[in-house]
């Protein structure tokens, strides 16, 4: 592949809803260019569900990069994440489950094993759920995301100690003030919870603070007293 071939497909993320034939074009040529590549049409795929809404012909492009490459890692992650978008939960599992038991390099494994985590908790599996979520930051030690879900099952389980440890971990790998604003809130659910009142109180105003468009510790700092 060359510095070419790359562009066409950047460019296809570049592309405002109204230059559909733009992105058809880009991902034309770059397929032109590497027959067999999967990413245009994956990136075409993306430009289809992200900005036009039109699930069936992002999944249609999903499908055609598994023709060009049926054992490619790139394409069970992306369908697994189609398909959790979709609320279509077998499917995405049963992709994500064919990403993380490759042992080659492709994808963000952490990402496929936190998003696994997202499943088991729409479909109330929270052990698995927990497994994966331990899993992704064994893996990545600063997800984010991953503390974040983990803390919450820890929260909803009763474990206040464990939760209260999971976001103040999270707190310390946020990246900016406004990343911080979801530890803050769940640190306020579980000191409010807990009967520490003045301390969750406090927390959700750090909350605010960190992101002012952020609704949640608004409403829970009203019922908090």
């Known amino acids: 592949m060359c510095i070419r071939d790359r562009a066409y497909v950047e460019l296809i993320s570049t592309c405002l809803p109204t230059e559909e034939d733009s992105a058809v074009i880009y991902a034309s040529k770059a397929i ?4 067999n590549w999967v990413v245009p049409n994956i990136k075409l795929s993306r430009f289809y569900m992200n900005k036009l809404k039109n699930r069936s012909k992002a999944e249609e492009l999903l499908n055609a990069a598994g023709i060009l ?3 490619s890692l790139l394409v069970w992650y992306q369908k697994g994440f189609f398909y959790f978008m ?13 990403s993380v038991a490759s042992n080659e390099e492709g994808i963000c494994f952490p990402c496929a094993y936190n ?30 995301n991953a503390l974040n879900r983990l803390g919450k099952i ?3 389980t009763g474990r206040f100690k464990e939760a209260e440890e999971i976001f103040n971990r999270e707190l310390k790998v946020a990246q900016n003030e ?10 306020g659910n579980l000191y ?8 969750g109180a406090e927390y959700y105003k750090k909350s605010m603070q960190a992101d002012s468009t952020y609704d949640d510790p608004i409403f829970n700092l009203l019922h908090c007293y």
């Open 86 to 98: 979709q609320r279509d939960y077998q499917k995405s599992e049963y992709w994500l489950k064919k």
């Open 69 to 71: 490459d049926s054992n």
């Open 178 to 187: 406004r990343e911080k604003a979801s530890p803050f809130n769940e640190l």
């Open 192 to 199: 409010c919870e807990s009967n520490r009142i003045k301390e």
């Open 32 to 35: 032109g260019l590497v027959p």
């Open 154 to 156: 820890y929260y909803r």
């Open 115 to 144: 998003l696994m985590g997202n499943i088991y908790i729409e479909t109330r599996q929270f052990d698995k759920a927990e497994a994966h979520f331990l899993k992704a930051i064994q893996l990545d030690s600063n997800y984010a």
